[in-house]
Structures are given as structure tokens and as C-alpha cells.
């Protein structure tokens, strides 16, 4: 296609495709980190902390004219995204700086560990899931800095899967967990900044907050058009095809069926030994679910659920992401397991990640995928009210 198409749809796709956005770590070092000038900081971050070239933010900062890095902090999975268990405090090989985790013995930085800074930075990739952990992560760490006066600095990055939809049943808000910190959806469309902004209006926290904005991202940009690099942000999630589906198979994983853990494609296929997978295929493919097919197959988890065990179940296929809607789809999926596998499939264990009671309700005593999804509209309008008030991109 020339430079001089007159298709204006497909100039779009290119303008698009060259976007260059800067996320808040390209924003401070082209602003010469001047909003931590003179500040002795820690930094929250892991492997996602990257500047647009692919410089670690560990590195970037230690280098930082006029700023001083004093000490690092680590979110589940450690400072390097590989440990799939508890965290140790340990110190960072190449600066020397001390590491204390935040998924260890505690949760929440010290007032110990705060009291020697000036200021905390926070620089890590979400998924825009309410349970992945990062963000609870967040949470704690503005309710700490708060209690002792110290700014939080959240170095802002895109939603890989976009800032537009919002889906999902909204947490119970009296079942507060480290995978629900706040009461918002499964999906909620958010980058991590805007999510800060929403925690601290609507816990009070009463933080310091400045979020360092990112430029040249639109609400509307999934990762693939942002052309920056792909990390994994946690050993399992290793795609944007896997992050797309993880609103709604990461919902599926505190029950007994395996989400692909221990395999090739986690979150892009669901099994159990007990799954006959033709079966469930042909029924999930006869629901004409928008942006979707499932493929019937057979496999056996290397590690986690049903370790060495032979699997039936089926692949998760998006075929069309602009009309796929993960949670409704995982919700499809659980309609089919309590219909076919009503013996087998543990259903209440399904409660952990959704944390909402009326949903599982409605799922147990039969309801269609549609009717339950339904009936999360209410919570939906008035959470997007609460969401208007914090976004910060158009």
C-alpha cells in the first residue's frame, strides 16, 4: 500500500501501529527526573520497569542526576517477575541496594523501611484484572506511605488490554483479599495511575499522590499498538492473547480445573481429567459466543493442577477481540461446567476470585450466562460514575 492511500481506515491502522507512547519512566527521564529532584527514594518495581528502549527503571533511576536510589521493593513474583512463591528480602546484585518484598513475611513496606526516604516511586506493569496482585500491591503501599507523609510517585503504564471496557460482577466490598483490594470489577478498564487516583478518593487514604502520566496512549489502544516491548509481567502470563483471556479463565483457576499452568498456553486452555473436551467444545461453540471458539483437546500439566495427570478440555481461541468480552465468556464456560459436570466441578471454590455472592447464587441455581451478566448493570453505571471522576486519558 503507498504512503498515499486514500483509505483512511487503513492510515489510521499505521498512525496507530507507529504510536509513540512514552510511559511515566520515559516521561521523567526526558523531564530530567525534576519531580525527584534532591529526593533520597525507594522504588516499587519488578522486570515490567522498563524505560521505552528496555532500560530497567532500577537502572535508570540508580543513574539519575540529582536523585538518589535507596532502596528497592519487590511484588509477588520478585524484583525479576520469576518466583512463583514466597519472597525473601534479599539485595540487588548489580546496584547493592537492599530489596525488601512486599510477598513475604509482610505485605506492606515498614514504617522501618520508609522512614529513611523522601519519597516512594512505583513503576510496575499491570494486566487490568481486579486479582492480579500488583495492584493490591499498590494499595498498601499508598496506605503506608500515607501513615508516615511520604509522596507516591506512580510512574503511569498502559492497560494491555485496553481502557475502555469495563466488565465483570463488581467485588463484595465486605470481602476485602489481597487478590480484591477495592470494591471494582473483574475488567476495570484502568491504567495504574487512574487506578491509584480511584483508590486514594475512595479509601481516603489521604496519600501524597503524583501520578506521572504517560503521553501518546488512548483509552482505546490495546499493547500491540503502543509498540512497546512486552514483558512478562508474572511467569505465567506470557502474551497479550494470554492477558485478553485472563479476566475471565484467571476466575476459573481456585476451582478444580486446570487453566493451562504447567504448560505452553496458560489461561488459553481449560481441562480436567474428568472433562470429556469434544463435549464440552461442541457445547460452548453452539452458544455463539462473539469473538470466540473453543477447540477440543487433550493435554497433561507439567506442574500445579493435575500435574502428570491427562487432561480433556478445550483451547480458547479469540477470533475477533473487538467483539471478545473475557469475563462474559469465562461465565459461559462456568455455565457449561455446572450443567455437564455438576458432580465433579467444585463450584463454590469459584467465589474466590469473582468475591460476589449473588453471582455465584444465580450460577448454581441455573441462570444463563446472560441473565447473570445482566445483572451486574446496576453496579457497572454506578462504578463507571466513580471511574469518570479518576480517568485521566481520553
Not at 18 to 46: P, Y
Not at 228 to 243: I, K, Y
Not at 359 to 387: C, M, P, V, Y
Amino acid at each position: 500500500m503507498s504512503s498515499g492511500s486514500l483509505n483512511p481506515t487503513a492510515d489510521a491502522q499505521i498512525l496507530t501501529g507507529d504510536a509513540q507512547v512514552l510511559t511515566g519512566i520515559d516521561v521523567l527521564a526526558r523531564d530530567r527526573f525534576k519531580q525527584l529532584a534532591g529526593m533520597r527514594v525507594g522504588l516499587v518495581t519488578n522486570q515490567t520497569g522498563r524505560d521505552r528502549a528496555g532500560r530497567s527503571t532500577i537502572d535508570v533511576l540508580y543513574k539519575a542526576p540529582n536523585v538518589k536510589l535507596v532502596a528497592l521493593f519487590s511484588p509477588e513474583h520478585g524484583i525479576r517477575g520469576g518466583a512463583d512463591e514466597k519472597v525473601s528480602d534479599s539485595k540487588d546484585e548489580q546496584t547493592g541496594l537492599p530489596i525488601y518484598s512486599l510477598y513475604g513475611e509482610t505485605r506492606r513496606p515498614t514504617p522501618e523501611q520508609l522512614k529513611d526516604l523522601d519519597a516512594v516511586v512505583f513503576d510496575v506493569q499491570d494486566i487490568g484484572t481486579r486479582f492480579y496482585t500488583y495492584i493490591s500491591t499498590l494499595g498498601y503501599v499508598m496506605e503506608e506511605a500515607a501513615k508516615v507523609g511520604r509522596p507516591v510517585f506512580v510512574l503511569d503504564r498502559p492497560n494491555p488490554i485496553g481502557g475502555l471496557e469495563v466488565e465483570g460482577p463488581v467485588a463484595d466490598a465486605d470481602k476485602p483479599s489481597f487478590t480484591a483490594y477495592h470494591a471494582i470489577p473483574v475488567r476495570h478498564g484502568m491504567t495504574i495511575g487512574e487506578l491509584a487516583r480511584l483508590f486514594n478518593q475512595e479509601r481516603n487514604l489521604g496519600c501524597d499522590l503524583r501520578v506521572v502520566k504517560m503521553e501518546g496512549w488512548k483509552r482505546a489502544m490495546w499493547l500491540d499498538e503502543t509498540n512497546l516491548l512486552w514483558v512478562n509481567p508474572s511467569p505465567n502470563m506470557r502474551s497479550l492473547t494470554e492477558a485478553t483471556l485472563y479476566p475471565g479463565i484467571g476466575l476459573l483457576e481456585t476451582t478444580n480445573v486446570s487453566v493451562g499452568r504447567g504448560t505452553d498456553t496458560p489461561f488459553e486452555v481449560v481441562g480436567a481429567p474428568w472433562i470429556d473436551g469434544q463435549q464440552l467444545a461442541s457445547y460452548l461453540n453452539n452458544q455463539r459466543i462473539a469473538g470466540v471458539r473453543f477447540v477440543p483437546l487433550r493435554f497433561t500439566p507439567r506442574s500445579s493442577v493435575f500435574k502428570g495427570e491427562d487432561c480433556g478440555g478445550i483451547n480458547i481461541i479469540v477470533t475477533d477481540r473487538a467483539r471478545f468480552h473475557p469475563v462474559f465468556s469465562g461465565l459461559e464456560i462456568a455455565v457449561a461446567l455446572r450443567q455437564l459436570y455438576p458432580a465433579q466441578w467444585q463450584i463454590d471454590n469459584y467465589l474466590r476470585l469473582l468475591v460476589n455472592a449473588d453471582t455465584l447464587g444465580r450460577l448454581k441455581s441455573g441462570e444463563s450466562a446472560g441473565d447473570i451478566s445482566r445483572s451486574w448493570a446496576a453496579q457497572l453505571e454506578d462504578f463507571q460514575g466513580k471511574r469518570a471522576r479518576v480517568l485521566i486519558y481520553k
